[in-house]
Each structure stands twice: as C-alpha cells, then as structure tokens.
C-alpha cells in the first residue's frame, strides 16, 4: 500500500502532466493559426506523449491500491508569441517538469517507496530526452531565424514527427 504522501505527490504530478498536454495542445493551435502546421503536429504530439505521461503514472497508482484524486487544469494561455518563443517556452517548461520529477523521486526515496522509485526512473530518462529533443529544436530555431526559408524547412520536419 502507498504511502498517504506519496499518493498525493503522484496525483499532483499527475495534474502536472495533464497540464503539460493542454499547455500543448493550446500551442499547437497557436501555431496552426499562423500556418506553422508542422509544429503544430509537433506540439499535438507532444500533448499525446503528455497524457500517456499522466497515464502511466495513475495506473501506477492504482497497481499500488492508492486513490487516484483527480485536479482541476489551469487554463493554459491562448498566445504565445513568434515560434522561437513558443518553443523556448516548452523547453523552461520541461525544466520546470524535470525538476518536478526530481522531487518526486526525492521524496520516493527518503519514504524508502523502492516501487516508486523505479517507476520514476523511467520518468527521470524521459525528461533527459525531453529536454534534449525541445533544446535541439530551440537551437535550430535560433541558427535559422524566423525571415528567411529555414523555418519552413524546420516546418516541415516537425511534421514528420509520429503519432503516439
Ligand atoms: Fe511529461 O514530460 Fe513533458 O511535461
């Protein structure tokens, strides 16, 4: 049985990342408006990759017999700028994200949780290749600028990313 402060760490964490996913989504349909459609297949993506995220985690929770306590999800903004922006923007986010991760496990640790510490570590990698994936993108981003045909080139590649 888990622990009553591990629960409710994981069910924060879980809201975290079902607000990752709608952070996501509202990005993507922000850079559909301006015709960017590759990144926003991207940024849709990623919203999908978001809930498996907080999927994962719930029926983690539940193989534990702990109560999934589900929260409500901040609005996420409707703007968000140049591109460059919005994708320096999911990079402090997943920052943000790993450093939530880290406390998790942190806390999994300290309660001697072992169960919850190795599920985490997979949480742990992930946000390692998060970060890495949205800070490659940042500094293609960045190299290119948004004037010339570059970013349409980027475009195109974030539209070949696969569906989840
Ligand atoms: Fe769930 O990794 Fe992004 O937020």
Known sequence: MISLTM??????QINAEQASAQLYLAMSAHCDGKSFKG?????????????????KLID???DRGGKLELRAIPAPPTEFGSITQVLEATLAHEKGITAKINALFELARSEKDYASEIALQW??????????????????????????????????????????
């Open 39 to 55: 990144f926003a297949h991207w940024l849709k993506v990623q919203a999908s990759e978001e809930t498996m995220h907080a999927n």
């Open 60 to 62: 983690f929770l539940l």
């Open 123 to 164: 949480y742990v990698a992930e946000q390692v290749e998060e970060e890495a994936n949205v800070g490659q993108i940042v500094d293609h981003l960045r190299a290119v600028g948004e004037q010339g045909g570059g970013i349409w080139y980027l475009d195109s590649k974030m539209g070949k990313r696969a569906l989840v």
């Open 7 to 12: 629960q409710n760490a994981l069910n924060a």
